[in-house]
């Protein structure tokens, strides 16, 4: 059979930083966590896979060794059995606590997971914003479902609330996973940690242990957030069995400008210039955020010049100060021009002299340069 290699595993390259190893794990972990795939065996074993290589390749050592000599150079270092430890544990939970709790804007709290509850109490959706949405800020109005514990079953998915012991750990709410010479104690992906499982199925929620119900929240966007930012709005979550709501988490997706081009809390707009407009310098009206600003364009005016204004970008979400607006020149020459102005440009060029070809004067030196080569 071929062994998986880790840095596959977690789609990276094996000169990736900490850093790099650390958000692939993360985003890898959320998208196969059993929470998020109920009765899914393949997330289930994926996710499996996904912690041992992050268990590995986040510990300096262990990484060292298994890039000389694979996971065989593993046994026997201490370092592959005796499940989570140290400071690798301590990445994993703060990773979870982000994924299913957090406070504030992108910020983190301990997550609050009852282990008879079958789902989580916080979750995540992503939020559309228009590009001036994000950058002014707005009120928003979201409809959401949210999950509430079934009545019925009380919240556990079995008929009349009976359970029996989970088959899958024995009753023991953890199981011992073991990859080759690999070894370490998990939380048992069927029961959640209960050491029950369901005999019958509740006929009220399937089997699911909650019921849909559906929400409008009333949010206000901060002016200046972008795409990756998130917000929390507290007691829009789930609901659980006895009645507390956990919180609802926003990930924003903002929608790109025609015209501006955003980065950070700078804005990007390029203006186009006509060459006569360049060579004799002229002020012109171009679009910014607030309205319009006066670009004065300078005698000999560079394509790809760049025009700075403080103050006139996007509004720091924390701060509140605001960025750049950088104008770029685009220079634009005519694609077609007519015998009367092909003569006025050659009348122009000629009273210019030698400065019209400044090719000449460049490469002289260069041609005899290039035919010594031959006569040698």
């Known amino acids: 059979m071929t062994e998986l290699d880790y840095y596959e595993v977690l789609e990276v390259s094996k000169d990736c930083s900490g850093a ?5 794990y993360r985003k890898l972990a959320m998208k196969y966590h059993p929470d998020r795939n109920p009765d899914d065996k393949e997330a289930e074993e994926k996710f499996k896979v996904v912690n041992e290589a992050y268990q590995v390749l986040s510990d300096d050592e262990k990484r ?30 703060d990773m979870f606590n982000s994924m299913f709790g957090g406070g504030g804007f992108g910020g983190g709290r301990t997550s609050r997971r009852d282990p008879s ?21 707005c009120e928003k109005k979201i ?42 104690a998990q939380t048992c992906p069927k029961c959640q940690g209960q050491g029950q499982s369901v005999k019958e199925a509740c006929g009220s929620c399937r089997g699911k242990g909650y019921h849909e119900k559906e929400d409008t929240v009333t949010v206000n966007i901060p002016a200046g957030v972008d795409s990756g930012n998130r917000l929390r709005a507290q007691g829009y979550g789930n609901e659980d069995k006895h009645g507390r709501r956990g919180d609802l988490y926003m990930t924003f997706i903002v929608e790109e400008d025609e015209n501006f081009i ?8 390029e203006v186009p210039v006509f060459f ?22 300078k005698q000999s005016t560079k394509d790809k010049e760049q025009f700075i204004f403080d ?20 220079m634009i020459l005519p694609k077609k021009i007519n015998d009367e102005q092909k003569e006025l440009l050659e009348k122009l060029q000629e009273s210019y002299g030698v400065e019209s070809r400044p090719h000449k004067n460049t490469f002289d030196s260069a041609f005899d340069r290039v035919k010594s080569w031959f006569k040698n």
């Open 20 to 24: 790099e190893l650390k958000k692939s």
């Open 64 to 93: 060292s060794i298994y890039d000389r000599y694979g996971k065989a150079g593993l046994e026997g270092q201490g370092g592959m059995g005796g499940g989570f430890g140290g400071s690798n544990m301590d990445d994993i939970m």
């Open 117 to 137: 509850q079958k789902y989580a109490l916080d979750f995540e959706i992503e939020l559309q914003l228009e590009f001036h949405e994000a950058v002014f800020g």
């Open 143 to 184: 409809d959401i479902k949210y999950k509430t514990s079934c009545g019925d079953c009380k919240g556990t998915g079995a008929k009349d609330g009976k359970m029996q012991t989970c088959d899958y750990c024995g009753g023991q709410g953890q199981v011992l996973m073991r990859q080759g010479p690999m070894q370490f």
């Open 262 to 269: 955003r980065n950070g809390n700078d804005i990007y707009i």
């Open 276 to 297: 006569t407009q360049a060579i004799l310098g002229e002020t012109i009206s171009i679009p910014a955020l607030d309205g319009e600003l006066e670009l004065e364009l």
């Open 311 to 330: 103050g006139e970008g996007v509004p720091d979400v924390h701060s509140g100060q605001k960025g750049r607006l950088i104008a770029q020149i685009q």
